[in-house]
Structures are given as structure tokens and as C-alpha cells.
């Protein structure tokens, strides 16, 4: 199959209004599907929350994936964690993570919380990258942030993201909003995204599509899908 054709503009039902794109110019961005927020053992489950939100969007990140994929539409996966000698790590995110329980670097049943390299910090197995998709690592929550995300973006002729992941309110929504200051239209997939407390989710939502929009959109996934046919 071909890839996208230049020029042509889809539509999503969405709130807080249609969103209108164009596909050869829109990239799924798949954001800290690993381990440590979604396995039992992981960061985030050490520190004191229910990994099964962040389950149960598996199937469908998994089925956007595999219309991004059918369509030869980019897709980016993000992964945050640290340098093994945590160099890149802040103090300040050190200490809260200790004393919340999960030290950044502390030894764990996946290895070293949110160290790269370690299995805690790779992608969970179901959502795994394929070849010529792109992962990002990266520090900090945003996605942007001492990454080349923006740049590979523009090397794309990216416009339009189609943002799915956890946490909703963390990792997600720093993206979204440093995203959005940089003029991408974002997207968020309510039910391919999720926080550990379904309060923080919704507020998320809802702070992103408040105010006509002020961060972005949010649509099902189904009504993703029906718009990319
Ligand atoms: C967190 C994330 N919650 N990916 N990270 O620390 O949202």
C-alpha cells in the first residue's frame, strides 16, 4: 500500500469541535508505554498506584497502532527515564521519588526504577515499536524537553498529533501543552490515555478541550479510527 496523499484533509467528531487534519501531516505519538507506569513491580505501581487504567487502554493504543501502521502514518513512541549514573535526573525528582517510595534507581523486579536499559523502562511487550517507528527518551514529563522531538517532527512535516498514553495528567499533558505552544494541533485519545485515579484523567481531559480548545482536542478512539478511514 501507498502512503498518504499530500494534500487531502480528513475530519474527527471531537470536542470541543470537529478536528480537522491532514493524515500524510499527523503522527501518533504513543507516550511512556513501558513497564515501569504499566507492570506490576514498575515505578508506578511502587509508588502506591493501580497499574489496571493503565491496562486497560492497551487495546486501543493497539488498534490506532495498527491503523497509523496500515496507513504508513509516523508513529512515535516516548519513554521516560534517566541515565544510569542519573546524571539527567533533577535532585528535586530524586528526593520525591524516594520519599514517595520508589526511588529513581532503586532496585526493582524489572531492575532499576526508570533507568534506561533496565526492562522496567522499555516498552510494554504489546505495544512494542516496530522497525522505522521512532522512540524518544526522554528526562523529564514533557515529551519535548531535552529531546529531539521537535525536530524530528518538523523533518516529518508534522501539523496534526494524535496523542494516546500514560498518565494523563503528568507525562501526557506536559506534552500536550508544550506541543501546543508550538503550534502542533493535538488531539488526545480519552480512552487511549489514562491516569492511575480516573479524577486526574478527566480533569486532564477536561483541561486540554476547556476554553474552546485552549490545549487541544479529545475524541474516542473509534471516532479516530472512523476519521482516518
Ligand atoms: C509519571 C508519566 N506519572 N509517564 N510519568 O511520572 O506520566
Redesign the pocket.
Known amino acids: 500500500m501507498s502512503g498518504p496523499v499530500q494534500g487531502v484533509r480528513k475530519s474527527i467528531d471531537a470536542v470541543p469541535y470537529t478536528f480537522t487534519f491532514e493524515p500524510a501531516r499527523t503522527a501518533l505519538l504513543v507516550?511512556?508505554m513501558?513497564n515501569d507506569?504499566c507492570a506490576p513491580g514498575g515505578?508506578?505501581e511502587r509508588?502506591g498506584n493501580d497499574i489496571a487504567p493503565a491496562r486497560a487502554i492497551i487495546p486501543h493504543i493497539d488498534a490506532l497502532l495498527g491503523k497509523f501502521r496500515m496507513l504508513r502514518l509516523p508513529v512515535v513512541h516516548t519513554r521516560?527515564g534517566h541515565l544510569p549514573d542519573l546524571s539527567d535526573c533533577p535532585p528535586n525528582k530524586l528526593e520525591r521519588s524516594r520519599k514517595g517510595g520508589a526511588g529513581i534507581g532503586s532496585e526493582g523486579p524489572m531492575g532499576r526504577l526508570l533507568i534506561r536499559g533496565e526492562r522496567g523502562h522499555a516498552i510494554i511487550p504489546e505495544l512494542a515499536p516496530l522497525p522505522g517507528e521512532w522512540v524518544i527518551d526522554k528526562p523529564g514529563?514533557g515529551a519535548f524537553w531535552r529531546t529531539d522531538l521537535d525536530a524530528l517532527l518538523r523533518s516529518l512535516d508534522i501539523q496534526s498529533l494524535i496523542v494516546t498514553?500514560?498518565?494523563?495528567?503528568?507525562?501526557?499533558h506536559?506534552t500536550i501543552r508544550e506541543a501546543n505552544d508550538r503550534g502542533f494541533d493535538c488531539l488526545l485519545v480519552e480512552d487511549a490515555a489514562a491516569?492511575?485515579d480516573l479524577r486526574d484523567h478527566e480533569a486532564a481531559v477536561r483541561m486540554t478541550v476547556q476554553q474552546g480548545g485552549i490545549f487541544g482536542f479529545a475524541a474516542s478512539t473509534n471516532n479516530v479510527l472512523h476519521g482516518l478511514a
Request: charged share 15%; with cysteine; proline share 0%.
Open positions: 507516550i511512556d513501558q507506569f515505578f508506578g509508588l521516560e514529563k498514553g500514560v498518565t494523563t495528567h503528568v507525562c501526557v506536559t491516569a492511575y
